[in-house]
């Protein structure tokens, strides 16, 4: 079995320089591995399928769907920003659609793969937020809002939002220590390998826990670093993706 791994692309659009750089990682790239897997925050604003969104990112979903009716796998782990997929990509993409967490075996080994925004236990708050942005009583009262006027808004907040992160640098050496230490009680809880992305850091722990041999791999993103993760059926290499044609 092989398979590869991505996240945070964080796209916004599907004609730009980063939307044709996808097309082509994944025709040329990713296409070569049978499972195809991307951890949360794919595109930069998706509150929920609905029609606006399937057209704007049609040559994505598109892609999607050829991928797996030529026999590849592609599991879609949401994201913070990326949630509520549904049916559409669930029945009439045939991809696999996971709301939080995933546990498979790969090799012999047990493998644990989230987006990881839920990786810092210090931030207290961000669980009440998630659950009260996928709540289904919240979609229901914002139903009415057409879906372009309802993305323009979503996509207005996540700019803001943005903008103050560039204002107040992330201290990533305090970042990784955070997400290993998650990673490192994943391993007490049996797991072998763990995969985040959320952090933008790409980053790698190999460790011993009880006797097992256990690595903990952050995707990075596509937005600085263009880092991905390849399996080739017995280990995981991390690569960083040529942006140039």
Same mark, same amino acid.
């Given at each position: ?15 730009g ?10 025709r ?68 696999? /659609?996971?709301?939080? %967490? ?6 012999? #080994?047990?493998?644990y793969?989230?987006?990881?925004? !839920? =990786? $810092? ?32 808004v ?13 204002? /107040?640098?992330?201290? %990533? ?6 997400? #290993? ?7 007490? !809880? =049996? $797991? ?22 256990c690595?903990?791999?952050n ?19 991390t ?7």
């Amino acid at each position: 079995m092989s398979a590869i791994l991505l996240s945070d692309v964080h796209l916004t659009d599907s004609t730009g320089e980063k939307a044709q750089t996808m097309l082509r990682f994944f025709r040329q790239t990713a296409s070569q591995f049978q499972r195809i897997y991307i951890l949360g925050d794919f595109f930069d604003v998706w509150p929920g399928t609905n029609a606006h969104l399937i057209e704007k990112f049609s040559p994505f979903l598109d892609l999607f769907s050829a991928l797996v009716r030529n026999g590849h796998e592609l599991t879609y782990v949401e994201g913070n920003h990326d949630f509520r997929l549904g049916k559409h990509f669930s029945e009439n993409l045939g991809v696999r /659609v996971i709301k939080n %967490e995933l546990a498979e075996t790969w090799a012999g #080994r047990r493998v644990y793969l989230v987006h990881g925004d !839920l =990786g $810092n236990p210090a931030e207290k708050a961000y669980p009440l937020l998630r659950s009260f942005l996928r709540n289904e009583w919240l979609h229901w009262a914002i139903a009415p809002i057409p879906p372009r006027t309802l993305y323009s808004v979503a996509n207005a907040v996540s700019s803001s939002s943005r903008r103050f992160q560039k204002s /107040v640098p992330p201290d %990533e050496e305090k970042i990784r220590e955070i997400y #290993r230490a998650t990673a490192k009680q994943l391993f007490e !809880l =049996g $797991n072998d390998v763990v995969i985040m992305g959320h952090t933008h850091i790409p980053d790698q722990l190999h460790c011993e826990v009880e006797g097992r041999a256990c690595s903990y791999y952050n995707l990075g993103d596509w937005v600085r670093s263009f880092t991905y993760l390849e399996f080739n059926g017995s280990e995981f290499y991390t690569k960083k993706y040529s942006v140039q044609g």
